[in-house]
């Protein structure tokens, strides 16, 4: 019996930005794992494979397939359609609205499709679907307590909440997440994680890019390593943390720990 495809497959992906390969030649996969890592030292090309992956820039070479289907050229709504969520490294909620409202935009956007019309004038019934969903997630992120506060409200911590808890309302078969622990302090990391783990153990598969190495060596079940654009390592947790390589492109010292590497944010 021939093995079902990873959810997501990146065959040989390279990017170009002019004469600079910020990317090059790189292949990895989501497949079984619940939680995916994708790491790499400042400018190893990390948000580069994300924009392509989730079709804000298009590759000069490599294909990506999701369930099986080629999205090499699909734009970032087709792609959204399919069923992959993303994430940015600045949030972007709507001041203005309830926790709640915000949450629901999540499930209202995957509901109303590619029909401009939809978006406009969504009938009750999307609208009461939008706010199911829209409960779920906030219990599965754990913030129902915060559904009618405002975002101008609530701390760093409470906002990543709610934008993951948007777009889990989604009902995506797949996360990327881009830096989603930044600007919290290691209290809201770790309980940031947990709420990862738990939304994987519900069957959400998520790719995450993160510069924090303790919450990825402790959520992550498969890690690919990016340096210059290409691909370094791959391998469990474990063996991203006893990997001299690794540790070396992080720390330039293959005895440096990588449980107390922190890597800033910003990168290609």
Do not use: W
């Not at 959520?219 to 469990?236: N, T």
Request: aromatic share 4%; with cysteine; net charge negative.
């Amino acid at each position: 019996m021939n093995a079902a495809p990873p959810l997501l497959d990146v065959a040989g992906l390279t990017v170009r930005f002019g004469g600079l390969a910020a990317v090059e030649n790189v292949s990895l996969s989501v497949g079984d794992a619940g939680i995916t890592g994708l790491i790499g030292p400042n400018g190893a090309g990390k948000t580069t494979t994300f924009n392509a992956c989730s079709g804000f820039i298009r590759g000069s070479a490599g294909t990506i397939t999701f369930a099986g289907e080629d999205i090499t050229t699909a734009s970032p709504a087709a792609r959204a359609r399919r069923g992959i969520g993303r994430t940015f490294q600045r949030m972007e909620l709507f001041e203005s609205l309830s926790v709640r409202d915000n949450v629901a935009l999540g499930r209202e956007a995957s509901l109303v499709g590619s029909s401009p019309l939809k978006q406009i004038i969504a009938g009750r019934t999307e609208r009461q679907q939008a706010l199911g969903a829209a409960e779920r997630a906030l219990d599965l992120c754990g913030i129902s307590d915060l559904a009618e506060r405002r975002p101008p409200e609530l701390s760093t911590g409470q906002r990543r909440l709610v934008e993951l808890a948007r777009v889990t309302a989604g009902s995506f078969r797949l996360l990327l997440l881009d830096e989603p622990s930044s600007g919290l302090d290691k209290a809201e990391t770790q309980s940031f994680g947990r709420v990862l783990q738990r939304l994987a153990s519900d069957g959400t598969k998520i790719l995450v890019v993160e510069h924090d190495m303790s919450l990825v060596l402790s959520i992550c079940d498969y890690i690919f390593v990016l340096d210059f654009g290409q691909l370094i390592f791959q391998g469990s947790a474990a063996e991203v943390a006893d990997s001299h390589i690794v540790r070396a492109a992080y720390l330039g010292s293959e005895d440096a720990d990588l449980n107390d590497a922190t890597v800033g944010a910003v990168g290609v």
